[in-house]
């Protein structure tokens, strides 16, 4: 069982930058692929950034791709989301995800374990 709590977001304004953290427990995150995915009022969890259990080049959604980093630090469990260039359209709940399979899939439904998110509003 893995634990993951998310930490990070708030109130930016347009062109501003974020960076989201989020620490694992009760498994170390080496073994794990891990992933971003986002859920704005009234749509549906999409993809943001993610890397298989290698730690190898991370894939990003391409409204994102240029502008957002996905990076980990095994040795503290935790994997980060530095957000610049920040849009009103990128405003959401942010929700980190571990796979066990070690994929890194896009698919949401091929993670196991989620947090409970954190907000991020642009402002315009």
């Known amino acids: 069982q893995v634990q993951l709590v998310e930490s990070g977001g708030g109130l930016v304004q347009t062109g501003g930058s974020l960076r989201l953290s989020c620490v694992a427990s009760?498994?170390?995150?080496?073994?794990?692929?891990m992933g971003w995915f986002r859920q704005a009022p009234g749509k549906e969890r999409e993809f943001v950034a993610a890397?298989?259990?290698?730690?190898?080049?991370?894939t990003y959604a391409d409204s994102v791709k240029g502008r957002f980093t996905f990076s980990r630090d095994n040795a503290k469990n935790t994997v980060y989301l530095q957000m610049n260039s920040l849009k009103p359209e990128d405003t959401a709940v942010y929700y980190c995800?571990?796979?066990?399979?070690?994929?890194?899939?896009?698919?949401?439904?091929?993670?196991?374990?989620w947090g409970q998110g954190t907000q991020v509003t642009v402002s315009s």
């Open positions: 995800a571990a796979d066990r399979k070690g994929s890194g899939s896009t698919d949401r439904s091929t993670y196991d374990y």
């Open positions: 009760g498994r170390t995150l080496a073994w794990y692929a």
């Open positions: 890397d298989s259990w290698s730690g190898s080049v991370a």
